[in-house]
């Protein structure tokens, strides 16, 4: 199968979705512009021009509610923010229009608005460029929202996001779009609510989601080193979120850590060890451990903000604590290091 980059994966199936369905649209702050949000939407603009890729002024709450508008009236949009951290602006939209609109409505219509975020830090990003708040929008019921962590599940992801009818929000980590995988050619939908064991293991289990995956997965091999099997879980979406692949892993290593890029409390880690808390705590060995960053808002110094971040070596550190091994073992080098920014 051939390879393309997670940046090249959904910008093909924006494409393959417009062509398939004439109601998609994108809107967009520079989504027309020659970089194309990270070269997400170049191509659809190249092919579809300025009818079907509309870039909008600096207005997250305005184009929310005329996207939502626009998907009761039959169109499927597709909103793209270079910054989800100015996505709190269209919270009021997505989450008292659309994530309730079949509740209140029932029958009556539907809207399945697609809004696309990208979070990451680098370059410097600061307090309020290097969020991501996917937890924030995953607490609301009616909305499925997912942070795929391969570039075969960020165009498989977002198919099913433009063909389904839920409202969806799709968070992409920055440091995400150069990485490489297998991505098939066609069209092909993959389905929100069923994780994936990205690396079999017997020892500790990681749950993670977008770029926590490959740091989970560079934790691993480190680990494997010496002698600590890692078995990886990507959840893939957050909401809904696959409680089974995370019971079954845990009841085989008996240990778990829980890897995010955003704040413990009230998260998506402190989601995961509550669904491990309810449903199996008999398998549990030892204490969930959750490696995320410090309870604070992200530095602008750029030594500052490398460190506030969690990466492999926390998740290498955490499995060993877990399995009470003592040995010491090298420094990764940092997975983001290539992002200069600032788009």
Not at 45 to 66: K, T
Not at 229 to 240: K, Y
Not at 308 to 323: E, K, M, T
Request: glycine share 10%; net charge negative.
């Amino acid at each position: 199968m051939r390879e393309l980059t997670y940046a090249q994966a959904i910008s093909e199936a924006t494409v393959q979705c417009m062509a398939d369905d004439p109601a998609v649209l994108v809107l967009g702050e520079g989504v027309d512009d020659h970089k194309g949000t990270f070269g997400t939407t170049r191509e659809a603009f190249l092919r579809y021009g300025p009818g079907r890729v509309v870039d909008v002024p600096n207005s997250e709450n305005a184009c929310a509610g005329v996207a939502i508008g626009a998907a009761s009236a039959g169109l499927r949009p597709l909103v793209v923010h270079t910054r989800a951290d100015f996505m709190f602006l269209a919270l009021d939209a997505l989450v008292n229009l659309a994530a309730k609109w079949r509740y209140m409505y029932g029958d009556q219509g539907a809207v399945p608005v697609v809004t696309r975020g990208v979070v990451g830090r680098g370059w410097g990003q600061g307090a309020t460029h290097s969020q991501s708040p996917h937890a924030t929008f995953a607490h609301y019921a009616g909305l499925h929202v997912a942070a795929p962590a391969s570039p075969a599940d960020a165009k498989g992801m977002l198919v099913q996001a433009l063909r389904g009818g839920t409202p969806t929000v799709l968070i992409e980590n920055r440091n995400l779009y150069p990485r490489t995988g297998e991505v098939p050619a066609e069209a092909v939908a993959v389905p929100f609510g069923v994780g994936r064991i990205a690396r079999p293991g017997t020892d500790v289990t990681i749950v993670a989601a977008s770029l926590m995956v490959l740091e989970a997965e560079r934790a691993a091999e480190q680990l494997a080193a010496c002698g600590v099997e890692v078995e990886v879980v990507d959840v893939r979406s957050l909401r809904p979120l696959d409680d089974r692949v995370i019971c079954e892993s845990v009841a085989r290593t008996g240990r778990l850590v829980v890897a995010d890029t955003s704040w413990s409390r009230y998260g998506f880690a402190a989601e995961v060890a509550a669904v491990v808390a309810e449903n199996v705590p008999e398998a549990l060995r030892a204490p969930v451990r959750r490696v995320t960053p410090p309870d604070s808002p992200a530095p602008v110094s750029w030594p500052l903000e490398q460190a506030w971040h969690p990466g492999a070596d926390a998740l290498v550190a955490a499995c060993l604590d877990l399995v009470g091994h003592r040995a010491a073992v090298p420094a990764l080098a940092d997975v983001a290091a290539g992002f200069q920014g600032p788009y």
